[in-house]
T-cell receptor, first 115, second 114 residues
Framework: AQKVTQAQTEISVVEKEDVTLDCVYE???????LFWYKQPPSGELVFLIR??????QNEISGRYSWNFQKSTSSFNFTITASQVVDSAVYFC????????????FGKGITLSVRP | DTGVSQDPRHKITKRGQNVTFRCDPI?????LYWYRQTLGQGPEFLTY????????KSRLLSDRFSAERPKGSFSTLEIQRTEQGDSAMYLC????????????FGSGTRLTVV
């Protein structure tokens, strides 16, 4: 069975602070995919990143960076110099390869960035 | 293409009534998924179609729930005899077999059962 744990439930920071959102996963699959999604108040899930289990390189996209560590089953997400527009709920998700590719989500982390 | 469309955006219904939601996926996507998201939780998988075939249903999908995808295009999710516990956001997503595992989600239908 697959499981995603996002132990942090709510985080509040002041604009321009850096913030890291933690994600720990469990799976018996040797090949899998990890995702981060952003859910703003409008409700739509916005895709941020997909990472293959064989690719442990960290990734940076603008102010966003992701740290994938297979040894600790973690896929953490850092926002550098946070902005008010980053306020949202962030979900980490896990998928096994195969025909259905269904996602298993964590409970999400509510990030509030104060001006 | 404007993405995945869901209709309606909001639905308020009385307990015991039937409701139907519609999802229009991205036109070239042959996979379509339904998820349910309750307050404070992440989305949970309900069911999945590849073209018109419903290939998997979650245990969450009780007998009161039925999903269809005629002709492999749009999909409908019907809930019969709604209960207060059905109140949730119902999210639809689509993806392409050849496009890897990149999902596109719709904005969801928020159901409130009173």
């Amino acid at each position: 069975a697959q499981k995603v744990t996002q132990a942090q439930t709510e985080i509040s920071v002041v604009e321009k602070e850096d913030v890291t959102l933690d994600c720990v996963y469990e799976t018996r699959d040797t090949t899998y995919y990890l995702f981060w999604y952003k859910q703003p108040p409008s409700g739509e899930l916005v895709f941020l990143i997909r990472r293959n289990s064989f690719d442990e390189q960290n990734e940076i996209s603008g102010r966003y960076s992701w740290n994938f560590q297979k040894s600790t089953s973690s896929f953490n997400f850092t926002i550098t110099a946070s902005q008010v527009v980053d306020s949202a709920v962030y979900f980490c998700a896990l998928s096994a390869p195969g025909a259905n590719s269904k996602l298993t989500f964590g409970k999400g982390i509510t990030l509030s960035v104060r001006p | 293409d404007t993405g995945v469309s869901q209709d309606p955006r909001h639905k308020i219904t009385k307990r015991g009534q039937n409701v139907t939601f519609r999802c229009d996926p991205i036109s070239e996507h042959n996979r379509l998924y339904w998820y349910r998201q309750t307050l404070g939780q992440g989305p949970e998988f309900l069911t999945y179609f590849q073209n018109e075939a419903q290939l998997e249903k979650s245990r969450l999908l009780s007998d009161r729930f039925s999903a269809e995808r005629p002709k492999g295009s749009f999909s409908t999710l019907e809930i019969q005899r709604t209960e207060q516990g059905d109140s949730a956001m119902y999210l639809c997503a689509s993806s392409s077999v050849t496009g890897g595992f990149g999902y596109t989600f719709g904005s969801g239908t928020r159901l409130t059962v009173v």
